[in-house]
């Protein structure tokens, strides 16, 4: 075989396979799709879950869903970017700067389950709590703080040097220069990579098993006292988030119609990551292009 | 003057605070990560001290514990704690699906670079990103009324198989390898390129000959990411693996892994039993191993920068 045609099936071969993962993408996106929309209507999202008869809706873990990971985003965030911004302009090449990086690669790449059996010990049965939305968000903010760091540490690297020596040199102290000048020209970035997050925080699931739960209490919505076990803003209840939701009525839920709940489910899951996904890129090339007045 | 006066004022007033605001600000973003340093530290030891129990306080040998084949927690008489099927479990869909996975995320990592630069990675970019923002349970659950029904049908077995958990897993480490792959090779130097081209290489012998040997640490870094993904996955897996306590003996017996069974037996096992101890070991063991890739990475990337 000579080697333009060894050439020309390698080609081959390589077209193929970018074909073959575009369809698995494409095949993914219309079963959930396809499948799911059609059992999505406004009362299977605002009817709570039923435990064992047919007709059930998600409202309680939509909420919940969306409720942990604003408190998440709560502590993650401002832990996170305090973190990059010690990384990027306070430390300094040496055994600690060693340390916390690869406190952060470990961090970064410990298997969700394992988060969630630290949470589990510590959250759950350490402080007496039991399941709750609490642990829970704390549980996914030790799952989440690493990619945070990342991006803030990234962002702040990426700001012009010239920005930085600017502001020095009119005699702006350290600390006044990352509030004033550092910050808000790498809030861009660190936007876009803390609403990337999200998104994997919204479909995280085995960290919240043993951390917030497999059920929800009995939820009035007009309370809207935060101490009231009935209340939905109350942090100290259990909280079976959507992802979780899914997995449960699966493995073992007793409810007669799972592949309708969790066909809808899928596609809300999937249909609100996918927003997340898209709000951060157009977030992100709207202050771009505001920054760099290209069009 | 009247423009003068509340910058002088501003300039006082920053000049009083001076030494507060900035040490305020060092040690604020130094707690950061000092909370950082004793998360990791306290993942470690919890973990550690608890899944050392079931060895120190209950008994169990470590050597039976990691060698037997028969895991029988419930049998009152002689309770057998042995996991080494859900080991071979869990390193078993991880080779497979990287062998899967690997391939495949390189392949769309060279055509995303070498063979159509422009337009392949305008389309390919945003669908690995895409396939990244699918939660694992969506995977699992597209796993379980797609992959097995079929496989039951047109491959057999029952369905739930190492099969399933090896295809489910490999699609979900294939951005992994796909996005470092792509970035170790776009980062070549392009005269590594030219030089081959010169010398009158097909774009396939330059890719072979060439790219792939330089980029070759790299790939391997990619390749374990993706390893240390799979082996930590836990709900998709546990949904179409079938979750047997018996060694799979082909591709279509249904196993389980170690995700799989502290995931199934952690809720409905008392809190401080000897079977429950024995799934927080498992769960030092997900832990040692996910050390054990970090040091790995860590090699590969040493040998990168000679």
Known sequence: MNSKTADRIATGVFVAIAIIII???????????????????????????????????????????????????????????????????????????????????????????????????????????????????????????????????????????????????????????????????????????????????????????????????????????????????????PAETLAVHIWSVNTQGLIPDVTEVSNGSAAVLVISVLLFNLVARWIGSLITKKITATK | MEKLA???????????????????????????????????????????????????????????????????????????????????????????SALIAAPLGIGAAIFMTEIAPSWGRKILQPVIELLVGIPSVVYGFIGLSVLVPFIRGHVGGLGFSLLAGMIVLAIMILPTITSIATDAISSLPNNLREGSYALGATRWQTIRKVLIPAALPSLLTAIVLGMARAFGEALAVQMVIGNVRDLPSSLLDASATLTTIITLNMGHTTYGSVENNTLWSMGLILLVMSFAFILLIRYLSARRKL
Request: proline share 5%; glycine share 10%; aromatic share 12%.
């Open chain 2, 6 to 96: 509340p910058a002088r004022e501003r300039l006082v007033k920053s000049n009083k605070n001076w030494m507060g605001g900035e040490m305020r600000g060092k040690i604020l973003v130094f707690t950061c990560a000092v909370i950082m340093i004793s998360a990791t530290i306290s993942i470690t030891i919890f973990l550690g001290t608890k899944g050392l129990q079931s060895f120190i306080k209950n008994g169990v040998n470590l050597i039976d514990f990691i060698t037997s084949t028969h895991w029988n927690p419930t049998n009152q008489a002689n309770p057998e704690y042995g996991v080494l099927p859900f080991i071979f479990g869990s390193f078993a869909v991880t080779f497979l």
């Open chain 1, 23 to 237: 369809s698995i993408l494409v095949g993914l996106f219309s079963y959930i799709l396809v499948n799911g929309l059609k059992y999505v209507s406004w009362d299977f999202l605002t009817t709570p879950s039923s435990n064992i008869r047919a007709g059930g809706g998600i409202r309680d873990q939509l909420f919940n869903s969306f409720y942990i990971l604003v408190i998440t985003m709560i502590i993650a965030i401002p832990l996170g970017v305090g973190g990059g911004i010690y990384m990027a302009e306070y430390a300094k090449p040496g055994k600690v700067t060693n340390a916390i990086r690869s406190c952060v690669e470990v961090l970064s790449s410990l298997p969700s389950i394992v988060i969630g059996m630290f949470g589990l010990l510590v959250f759950v049965n350490t402080t007496g709590w039991g399941y709750t939305i609490l642990g829970g968000a704390l549980a996914l903010t030790v799952f989440n703080l690493p990619v945070i760091v990342r991006v803030s540490e990234d962002a702040i690297r990426a700001v012009p040097l010239d920005l930085k020596e600017a502001s020095l040199a009119l005699g702006i102290t350290h600390w006044h220069t990352i509030k004033t000048v550092i910050l808000p020209s790498a809030f861009p970035s660190i936007l876009t990579g803390i609403i990337l997050a999200a998104g994997r925080v919204f479909g995280e699931a085995a960290a919240l098993l043993f951390t917030a739960g497999l059920s929800t209490p009995r939820l009035d919505y007009a309370n809207w006292n935060p101490f009231s076990p009935q209340s939905p803003l109350n942090i100290f209840r």
